[in-house]
C-alpha cells in the first residue's frame, strides 16, 4: 500500500475582506488557505536566480497558496502583505528578530494587527473609490494597487531610469496607475497629462493620505520602547524575515 502524507494548512483572513474582488474569484471569500512550508520552499527561498531579479518572495507565496483558483496578479497589495506575514509566522514562528539604528529588537508578528477595508466605502465587486481634490476641485475616481499593478510600476520605471539615468519619477507614475478618471474621463493620456501639468502637489498629498486611510494592509508599526505611548517606526523587512539564520 501507498503511504499517505499529509500537511498541515492554515486559513488566512484579508484585510479587504474580498470585498473588492469580482464575486466569481476565490478571493472574494475574503479568505485564503495556505500550506506549511516544506523543504521544496526553502529551496525557493534560496534559488539565486529568483533572488537576484527579485522574484523570490511572489514565488514563495504562489507555492504556499493551496485555494484554487486565485489569480496572483489581482490579489491586492495588503491582501499579498497579510499571505506574506502570516507564511513567515507559520513557516519560522511569530518571533521576528532585527536590528534597528544600531539597537537589537524582537517583534511578535502574531501581534500585528490587520487593516480592515471599511464595508461602508465600497460598492462590492468594485476597486474604485470617489475622491474630490480638496484645492481644485477636480474630481477623481482612483483604485487600489494590486500585484501586477506594483510590477507594471517597476517595469515602468526601470524603462525611464535606462531613458535618463538621473530620472526617478516613482510619485507621478505610481498616481498615474492609481487614478482611474479625472473629471470624468478614463483616457489614460488624459490623466497622464493632468498628474504631469495640472495636479498640485498639495491634492497629490491629500490623495494619497485618503489612499493609505483606505487601504486594508498590515499594520507594520512597531514600538521602540516597551512602553506605552513610545515612538512608533516602521517593521524593517530585511533579509532575516525568511532567512532567519542570515
Known amino acids: 500500500m501507498e503511504p499517505k502524507f499529509s500537511i498541515p494548512t492554515e486559513t488566512v483572513e484579508l484585510p479587504s475582506k474580498g470585498l473588492l474582488y469580482p464575486k466569481d474569484s476565490p478571493l472574494a471569500s475574503g479568505k485564503i488557505e495556505m500550506k506549511y512550508m516544506t523543504a521544496k520552499e526553502e529551496d525557493i527561498l534560496t534559488n539565486q536566480n529568483y533572488i537576484r531579479n527579485g522574484t523570490v518572495i511572489d514565488r514563495l507565496l504562489k507555492s504556499l497558496i493551496i485555494t484554487e483558483g486565485v489569480d496572483y496578479n489581482s490579489l491586492l497589495v495588503g491582501d499579498k502583505n497579510a499571505i ?8 519560522y514562528g511569530k518571533d521576528y528578530s532585527f536590528i534597528y539604528n544600531g539597537e537589537n529588537h524582537t517583534v511578535d508578528l502574531s501581534t500585528l494587527d490587520l487593516k480592515f477595508l471599511d464595508p461602508k466605502l465600497v460598492e462590492e465587486g ?3 473609490f470617489n475622491f474630490d481634490l480638496p484645492h481644485t476641485g477636480n474630481t477623481l475616481t482612483f483604485k487600489l494597487l494590486t500585484h501586477n499593478d506594483e510590477k507594471s510600476i517597476d517595469r515602468e520605471l526601470e524603462g525611464l531610469k535606462k531613458l535618463n539615468k538621473g530620472s526617478s519619477p516613482e510619485v507621478t507614475t505610481r498616481l498615474k496607475r492609481i487614478i482611474t478618471s479625472v473629471n470624468g474621463t478614463r483616457e489614460q493620456k488624459d490623466i497622464r497629462n493632468f498628474v504631469d501639468n495640472f495636479l ?9 493620505a ?12 512597531f514600538n521602540l520602547s516597551e512602553e506605552d505611548g513610545g515612538e512608533e517606526v516602521d517593521l ?3 533579509l532575516n524575515f525568511f532567512w532567519p539564520d542570515v
Open 236 to 238: 524593517p523587512i530585511g
Open 126 to 128: 468594485k476597486n474604485e
Open 210 to 221: 485618503e489612499y493609505q486611510k483606505i487601504n486594508p494592509d498590515v499594520n507594520m508599526k
Open 200 to 208: 498640485l502637489a498639495k491634492d497629490a498629498r491629500a490623495l494619497r
Open 84 to 91: 506574506m506575514f502570516a507564511a513567515r509566522v507559520l513557516s
